[in-house]
């Protein structure tokens, strides 16, 4: 990339400062798309509800076919330049995939009885993680991106080159795969999708990790007379023995299941709150 450009890209505080050679270890999470941020981030929002709802809805009929279909054209969107390969490093050669989608929905089939939405999927399902939804959020929303794109480099007049290329995008109204063509960006002979700082992190706000930290531990941390796991300081004050409560209650996806089953009120009401705050629904 010339200096000049990159040098004016990195001046731009609206979007996510990467490094434009190599994968960053950061990912798009759904579920910081709030629509108050303008037109295209409620029309991403509005985008992804209607994918997770088909796709729940394919969980809850037993529908595996519709979930072949609707993810046929789902691909690995490299121009995001994130995911898990870092500098130095080659590529892992696991492209995102139909087939991905297809491992979600069995994960999901699995743990039927546990899951009543979509976050419950991201957090419960077995082998579901970050760069898998991201993967997805980013064939869903590709557009709303793209344009982006394209409005940040009017506003800061970036001199950049265009290709013209045809790409297949599902259409969440019509429940079908169309095939566009667009004008894409380029950098160095690849095509670059800028992306909004907001919706961009090193985590998803629902996965079992996050869940885990911010409620499954705290709760048993505060509640020790669910599991008596105490020590006794020299005034003989009680607190929690933090060591003996992770061992007991390890970080696992299994450990927060069981806390969805024992503590529905408690896990629900976390996040509901969540949803709220950053969807601002």
């Known amino acids: 990339m010339k200096k000049e450009l990159e040098n004016k890209i990195r001046e731009i505080t609206e979007i996510q400062q990467l490094d434009f050679e190599h994968d960053n270890l950061l990912f798009i999470d759904p579920y910081r798309i709030n629509e108050q941020d303008g037109e295209l981030a409620n029309k991403a929002k509005m985008k992804i509800i209607k994918f997770f709802n088909l796709f729940f809805k394919c969980i809850e009929e037993g529908d595996r076919t519709k979930v072949e279909y609707i993810g046929k054209y789902l691909h690995e969107i490299n121009s995001t330049k994130l995911g898990y390969t870092r500098i130095n490093s080659l590529p892992n050669g696991k492209g995102f995939s139909k087939k991905d989608l297809l491992q979600i929905y069995d994960a999901a089939k699995e743990v039927e009885d546990y899951i009543e939405d979509m976050p419950d999927v991201f957090v419960l399902a077995d082998n579901v993680g970050p760069d898998k939804i991201s993967d997805i959020t980013t064939n869903i929303i ?57 919706i961009v992190e090193s985590y998803e706000i629902f996965s079992y990790e996050n869940v885990y930290k911010k409620l499954v531990y705290p709760f048993y941390k505060t509640h020790t007379a669910i599991h008596h796991l105490i020590r006794f300081l020299k005034n003989n004050e009680e607190r929690p023995d933090c060591r003996k409560i992770k061992k007991k209650y390890p970080l696992k996806r299994g450990t927060v299941r069981r806390f969805k089953e024992e503590f529905s009120k408690d896990y629900n009401r976390y996040k509901d709150e969540i949803q709220k705050y950053y969807w601002m629904q």
């Open 142 to 198: 590709y557009e709303e991106l793209l344009q982006f794109t394209w409005n940040i480099i009017k506003k800061y007049n970036l001199n950049m080159e265009f290709e013209k290329k045809y790409k297949y995008i599902f259409d969440v109204f019509e429940e079908k795969w169309i095939k566009k063509e667009f004008n894409v960006p380029i950098i160095d002979n690849e095509e670059i999708l800028f992306l909004p700082k907001k």
